[in-house]
């Protein structure tokens, strides 16, 4: 369809022998199809992500739009292993007591205060006088 279609990113028709077709409805020239953050030439070799009708390269897609590490702020990469609290995602590694630095592992009690984790022993009534005000869930 060279000639018919419109540019995503310029909005030119596309007169050129080829073009790229990111989604099924967008497609662009193939000098138009850039990394909205870094430049880096987006083509048939490199993975494309789109985001608010823009195109990322894969690694500025991950750091600005990734799920991030709650304790370290790193970025997962897709063979990570991860635990969960709640709304946030940890590295295993990361995965510790704020007070005690005991890594928490799958079973184990633990209490997340605000960003906090907490193992079973340093939220327990005697160190924050819980049990004046009732008991606490884990």
């Known amino acids: 369809r ?6 995503a990113g ?3 028709r596309i007169q050129d022998p080829f073009l790229l077709r990111v989604s099924p409805d967008l497609e662009w020239h193939v000098a138009c ?3 909205a953050e870094c ?3 987006l083509d048939e070799t490199c993975t494309c992500f789109l985001r608010d009708g823009k195109a990322y390269c894969k690694r500025d897609y991950s750091r600005l739009f990734g799920i991030k590490c709650a304790q370290c702020r790193a970025a997962f990469s897709s063979s ?4 969960r609290a709640r709304d946030h995602v940890y590295h ?4 510790r007591c704020a007070a005690c630095g005991r890594q928490l592992l799958p079973g184990d009690q633990f209490c ?5 984790l907490l193992c079973r022993a340093d939220h327990g009534p005697s160190h924050d006088g ?3 005000r009732g008991p606490r869930s884990p």
């Open 2 to 7: 060279p000639g018919l279609a419109l540019c």
């Open 10 to 12: 310029c909005g030119g």
């Open 33 to 35: 199809l850039k990394c």
């Open 39 to 41: 430049g880096q030439p």
């Open 80 to 83: 990570d292993l991860v635990m």
């Open 92 to 95: 295993l590694e990361c995965f």
């Open 112 to 116: 997340l205060r605000e960003r906090d």
């Open 130 to 132: 819980a049990a004046a």
